[in-house]
């Protein structure tokens, strides 16, 4: 593996994150995202993981300055990715953006760059094609606040290279991460495939009426001896993401909870701003959310 320069596309949750721990690591990391106010959301974000690395990590202020020191930013997608060797791309979950990105991509990045999709619930040979660059199209799956879960799934597709299937487990080790191979296409990986039936079945609760936000988390704590349950594990991935994913399932199945999952996640969290984590309120407030409280479970 030669891998120097790494170009996250995307600085949105877990674009960001992706960006720091790779430049933590020591590569040079340029961050792309389509302009300047997604841009200065991404510096934003990066910032607020530095106490969040000196508490989990033990990270040093040199360290950190020194990581940052790493990172360029740019909304010109040729001149982000002109040095590149691997390109991961973390932009939104809707499959024509990722589609009409790696058009884009495929005409401005070198005849050397390999592309990794973090998509979290597409598959990479849905992409394949659309990259002009099959055998060097990978996916490479993340799991939030990844400097502390650090999980890296690495999913080929038939037609990836298995030389870039090797490099990817070597890079995503070199960068602080448990690589996971796996070795057939799945949707949602080994992760998602765990965790979004549960997810998906804590939102139709809610949408139902059977129960309240804290009562089901409470439920899946108390009884499973979890740290989170899963609306604060919602707040963790970010809401509009939920919302991407349940609204594609919404229109590709016509399935009416996935609607109103949807709509309730639109009109109650979204349209008033509430993101989740990053926005400081999601379905809890933070900085000190109700189920972190020490009685949360003794009531």
């Known amino acids: 593996m030669d891998y120097k320069n790494v170009t996250v ?6 674009g960001s994150q992706i960006a720091f721990q790779t430049a933590f690591k020591g590569f040079a990391v340029s961050v792309y995202d389509i302009n300047d106010e997604a841009i200065t959301r991404a510096k934003e974000l990066i910032k607020r993981l530095k106490p969040r690395y ?17 990172i360029s930013f740019h909304t010109d997608l ?14 939104p979950e809707v499959a024509a953006i990722k589609t009409e990105f790696y058009q884009k991509l495929g005409q401005a990045a070198p005849e ?7 998509s979290s619930t597409m598959l990479p040979s849905q992409f394949a094609e659309a990259t002009g660059r099959p055998e060097k199209f990978i996916a490479l799956h993340f799991a939030n606040e990844i400097w502390r879960n650090n999980t890296a799934e690495v999913m080929k597709h038939p037609g990836t290279d298995m030389g870039v299937f090797d490099d990817l487990m070597e890079f995503a080790k070199a960068i602080g991460m448990i690589a996971l191979p ?5 949707p949602g ?42 609306f604060a594990i919602l707040d963790v991935v970010g809401i509009a993401t939920a919302y991407n994913i349940g609204n594609a399932k919404a229109e590709a199945t016509g399935n009416e909870e996935y609607k109103k999952v949807a ?11 509430k993101l989740g984590r ?13 189920f972190a409280d020490p009685d949360f479970l003794k009531e």
């Open 263 to 273: 709509e309730l996640l639109k009109t109650e969290y979204l349209d008033k701003g």
């Open 112 to 118: 050397k760059t390999v592309f990794a999709t973090n």
């Open 78 to 91: 040729a001149e982000a990715v002109q040095d590149a060797d691997l390109v991961i791309e973390a932009v």
């Open 54 to 70: 000196q508490e989990d990590l033990g990270a040093t202020d040199e360290q950190l300055d020194e990581a940052f020191g790493r």
């Open 278 to 290: 990053e926005t400081g309120e999601g379905f809890y407030k933070y900085p000190n959310p109700s």
């Open 189 to 230: 990986y080994i992760l998602n495939s765990l965790l979004v039936p549960l997810l998906e079945a804590a939102q139709k609760l809610l949408v139902r009426e059977v129960s309240d936000v804290e009562t089901i988390d409470k439920t899946w704590m108390a009884a499973t001896g979890a740290p989170l349950g899963p």
């Open 9 to 14: 596309a995307g600085g949105g949750v877990l």
């Open 182 to 186: 796996l070795h057939k296409e799945q």
